[in-house]
């Protein structure tokens, strides 16, 4: 059975560019008072949460089990010029796919609900071994 996930064109039908502008304030308001330079997103989906946070100078990283959803992403940045660095991977395995750590990592997809809570646990864990010491 076909997944939504691996119909991003589908995914991607209720977005337009007000959504995007709520997305950009969304990353403004986290962003407000900290040196928020470099993101993570360990659940990117398509990337309409986190490419409006390129508009802000934050560059790119992210990952996604969906090779659908992560090539949407390309396309989406490339059409932008927004330069991203993208990963086919699991979250709960993430911190071994970035060579980097990060300002900020998050999980911006509805990934979490789907995996139990000691799951959970080891992809926050996962998560905190990419986040830049000084941020933490």
């Known amino acids: 059975m076909a997944s939504i996930y691996d119909r991003a064109d589908i995914y991607d039908l209720i977005e337009d560019d007000s959504r995007r502008e709520i997305y950009r304030k969304h990353w403004e308001t986290i962003g407000n008072g900290r040196n928020i330079k470099s993101l993570l997103d360990i659940s990117i989906g398509s990337g309409n949460v986190t490419l ?3 508009d802000l100078g934050v560059r790119l990283s992210g990952s996604d089990l969906s090779k659908a959803m992560l090539e949407r992403c390309q396309k989406k940045a490339e059409a932008g010029k927004i330069d991203i660095e993208l990963k086919c991977c699991d979250f709960r395995s993430v911190s071994g796919q970035f060579a980097e750590k990060f300002d900020c990592v ?4 509805n ?3 789907y995996v139990n809570n000691e799951e959970v646990l080891l992809t ?5 071994q990419l986040v830049k010491k000084a941020c933490k």
Do not use: I, K, V
């Open 52 to 54: 409006p946070a390129a």
């Open 106 to 109: 998050a999980s911006t997809g």
């Open 111 to 113: 990934s979490l609900p």
């Open 124 to 128: 926050m864990e996962q998560m905190d």
